[in-house]
């Protein structure tokens, strides 16, 4: 009886033992994540349907449609769509110049360790950069109209719209993409010299070989600096003392309480963004998964 | 690969002409406070400033934070799934990489809009900043402590440890951690430049952090801004050479934008 009682309550025992020692490990972890990234976005959520004087609605998802907000998004998407696809093609063309390009050894380094720096050079100090240089009285600005006769401001550019944001934005994007896509292209220059010697002419190689195995990495990196912009807040409050009609700088309105609106309209804000930006994301992983494959 | 030199020497021209001449034009900027000043004006009026070094100070310890609260939830979870629960790995990676779908405002929103109007500690502005800082730093802390764990052999050591009567305490702190201290500093050194330049999150929470000290210093002194653009510079360089110098070939994503 008892080597029976005992049999059978062993293998209870360690399970229970079992979770306990799970949590212990994965409990802060999981803890924090609940408190600070799940229960805040499911907060959001709830928030974005609810407002309204009978329980839940859709009121704020419809107001989204109004052409302020509408606009919001619209420019966020368009200005992280600009400085995503023009920081990806200059990007890989620096890239590609300083891989296969057959620039000086010694310069690499350097070059990576700028990149770096200068993908994590953002926010206020960016903005800051960029006024003393293409602001009205920038060193840039100055150094045309007195020595080209070309007077920016006159022909209608503004540091502190939506161009001088997009030149404002690629000093991080163009060196993200240089950072993601170095690796990828190291391994091009092994493909490149390869078909060379097989008798390839650059536009062979590069439409035959190049493109179809950069396809993948391409398109990711490219969503990847989609996204890099899409939430960015500090540079273009910066730049634009707050003026300029992005979804973040709206949100942003709200919680300062500088604008009156109802805080629900920015749940249903955030969470437009978040759902954008989980959209980007999963194409990402389905596409890197992909290369992942490929590559084994 | 062989191919003409010409094109590739004029994109890096132009590329490094597009990424020097801002930091020309701020450094020119900086030093010309004025014609009856000398040219470092500027920068002793920032560097005597008691509100710069408050600043500095706040963002340094928020950092600290950050990290520190960041390896205390990660470096168990993620040594535990390596070492037992394969199945988890997946699951803790996916949770870590998460932030990078909330952009930062957003999750300074849903904080407020969850905490902002209650009472007890989660309702506390400071801990909404360290707890929001955290989750920023979560990707960055984890990429680096998985690197770590998959350069060493975790199981060999452990198992040696635990053989020789190591309590689970000891095992993590004189094992597990010294092994990961290399792949730590990078992911550290990073978190450290995201934070000292933020902005978004810290204006929100009403905290005078360095981002918004620079941000209230270049509305009313230009010169003075240029000058912290670049010492802030400076500091990223600082810290992005030194995560580099430790740990090749990290690539980043985000920041304080």
């Known amino acids: 009886m008892t080597e029976v009682a005992i049999a059978t309550k062993a293998p209870r025992l360690n399970r229970a033992a079992r979770i306990w020692t799970m949590g212990v490990w994965f409990l802060p972890f999981g803890l924090f994540a609940v408190l600070f990234l799940f229960l805040p976005s499911i907060g959001l959520f709830v928030g974005s349907l609810t407002g309204g004087p009978h329980g839940l609605t859709l009121d704020n998802f419809g107001q989204l449609f109004q052409s302020q907000y509408l606009d919001a998004y619209k420019v966020s998407v368009e200005l992280s769509a600009a400085t995503a696809v023009i920081g990806a093609v200059v990007g890989v063309v620096l890239a590609w110049a300083m891989v296969g390009g057959g620039l000086p050894r010694f310069l690499r380094p350097f070059f990576l360790t700028f990149s770096g720096v200068a993908s994590n050079f953002a926010g206020i100090p960016l903005a800051f950069a960029f006024t003393a240089s293409l602001g009205p009285v920038g060193m840039v600005t100055l150094f045309l109209s007195h020595h080209l006769g070309l007077n920016l401001y006159q022909s209608g550019f503004s540091l502190f719209g939506f161009s001088g944001l997009v030149i404002t934005y690629l000093y991080f994007q163009i060196p993200l993409m240089v950072l993601l896509m170095v690796p990828a292209l190291d391994n091009m220059s092994r493909w490149g010299e390869a078909a060379m010697n097989l008798g390839a002419s650059p536009w062979q190689f590069w439409w035959h070989i190049g493109l179809p195995i950069l396809r993948l990495p391409l398109l990711g990196a490219t969503l990847l600096l989609f996204g890099n912009s899409f939430g960015a807040y500090a540079t273009a409050y910066a730049l634009t003392s707050g003026m300029i009609n992005l979804v973040p700088i709206v949100i942003g309105q709200e919680l300062s309480g500088n604008v009156v609106f109802s805080p629900n309209l920015a749940d249903a804000l955030a969470v437009g963004m978040i759902l954008i930006m989980i959209t980007i994301f999963a194409i990402y992983l389905i596409t890197n998964r992909n290369v992942v494959r490929w590559q084994r | 690969m062989k191919g003409s030199r010409g094109w590739s020497f004029i994109v890096a021209v132009v590329g490094f002409l597009y990424f020097i ?181 810290s204006s929100m929470l009403g905290f005078n952090t360095f981002g918004v000290y620079m941000l209230l210093t270049g509305q009313t002194r230009a010169h003075a801004a240029a000058a912290l653009a670049l010492i802030s510079f400076a500091l990223v360089w600082l810290l992005v050479g030194v995560m580099q110098a430790v740990n090749r070939g990290n690539v980043t994503i985000g920041g304080s934008r």
Do not use: C
């Open chain 2, 21 to 201: 001449v801002p930091l020309i034009a701020t450094a020119q900027f900086s030093i010309q406070e004025g014609p009856a000043k000398p040219f470092w004006a500027a920068y002793t009026s920032i560097l005597t400033s008691p509100s710069f070094w408050a600043s500095l100070r706040l963002s340094l310890f928020m950092a600290l934070a950050a990290v520190v609260i960041g390896l205390v939830i990660i470096v168990p979870a993620a040594y535990w799934a390596f070492l037992r629960v394969p199945r988890m790995q997946a699951w803790v990676e996916f949770v870590s990489i998460l932030p990078f779908v909330v952009p930062p405002i957003v999750l300074v929103l849903g904080l407020v809009h969850l905490y902002g109007n209650g009472y007890g500690p989660l309702s506390a502005r400071p801990v909404m900043l360290m707890a929001a800082y955290g989750v920023v730093s979560l990707p960055y802390l984890y990429r680096s402590v998985d690197n770590g764990l998959r350069s060493m052999d975790v199981r060999a050591l452990t198992e040696a440890a635990l053989g020789l009567g190591s309590s689970w305490p000891r095992v993590m702190f004189q094992v597990v951690l010294p092994n990961l201290r290399t792949a730590l500093l990078g992911g550290t050194f990073l978190v450290f430049a995201l934070i000292m330049g933020e902005y978004a999150i």
